[in-house]
């Protein structure tokens, strides 16, 4: 008789320089700490899944949802700096969850984190989950990490459904990669075209911050001074986000208009 037993990639580890990265059995880096500083966000494009600072305000009972755990970085970093928020997060490998926990300093019990064993796809899906989150970060990738495992319209679809009324959903998406296209041309027909896009990171990582709810008509201005209080209050290099989105997005050079 055939097993239904899910089979994982095996979870590994490496160090260089301070730093310790998760691997699932390859080369391709799923996530790093530097061992000195555990709630430090260490990689750039895990930096930039927390863009939606830009755009809400950090408050309690605030409702965040990670699908794909990694290291824990995107948690750890907010259960430090945003108080009282409520974080969910959801990952189907089990391995991957203890390597978080005994490798990377993830809490084992925090009364603001949840973390679930589960797919991701199921969990979107999930009538419960609808309009339940006002932040949704989304970094899903396989052991060759050549793009996200969820990538069609009717997840993206689920996605939006998951936000409240007004929310923002970030995305670790592969610009190297013919998944690229498909993903932000998805993400866009979700949210309805109200999508914004990081120039790709040192490691070819672009994120994806998709936006729901009343449009958004700022001055750059106020963008790069809220970017400069996010810096100063989290430590996050947050300065040079404005002029990246400003310069790589079209139609948005004189004024934030999503």
């Not at 009717?154 to 296209?181: I, P």
Request: aromatic share 10%; net charge neutral; proline share 5%.
């Amino acid at each position: 008789m055939a097993s239904n037993k899910t089979t994982f990639p095996p979870v590994t580890f490496s160090e260089s320089g301070g730093i310790r990265y998760l691997h699932l059995g390859t080369p391709w880096i799923q996530g790093a700490m530097r061992i000195r500083d555990p709630n430090e966000i260490y990689l750039e494009y895990s930096q930039q899944m927390m863009a939606w600072l830009l755009f809400l305000q950090s408050k309690p009972k605030m409702q965040i949802a990670q699908l794909g755990l990694g290291t824990g970085s995107l948690a750890k970093f907010t259960l430090e700096h945003c108080p009282d928020v409520v974080n969910t997060v959801v990952e189907l490998n089990p391995a991957v969850i203890l390597a978080a926990r005994t490798m990377f300093e993830l809490p084992n019990d925090h009364v603001k984190l949840r973390v679930l064993q589960e797919d991701a796809l199921a969990f979107v899906n999930n009538k419960r989950h609808q309009q339940q989150f006002d932040v949704l970060q989304v970094d899903l990738y396989d052991a060759d990490a050549k793009g996200p495992v969820l990538s069609s319209l009717e997840f993206y679809q689920a996605c939006y459904r998951t936000l409240k009324a007004v929310g923002v959903m970030t995305v670790n998406l592969f610009s190297q990669h013919k998944s690229f296209d498909i993903n932000l041309n998805n993400i866009c027909k979700a949210f309805h075209g109200r999508v914004l896009i990081f120039p790709e990171s040192h490691d070819c990582n672009a994120v994806a911050i998709a936006f729901k709810g009343p449009m958004i008509t700022t001055d750059w201005e106020r963008i790069v001074q809220r970017a400069k209080m996010i810096e100063k209050t989290t430590g996050l290099p947050t300065k040079s986000w404005a002029h990246g989105l400003r310069a790589f997005n079209a139609h948005q050079e004189e004024r934030l208009v999503i």
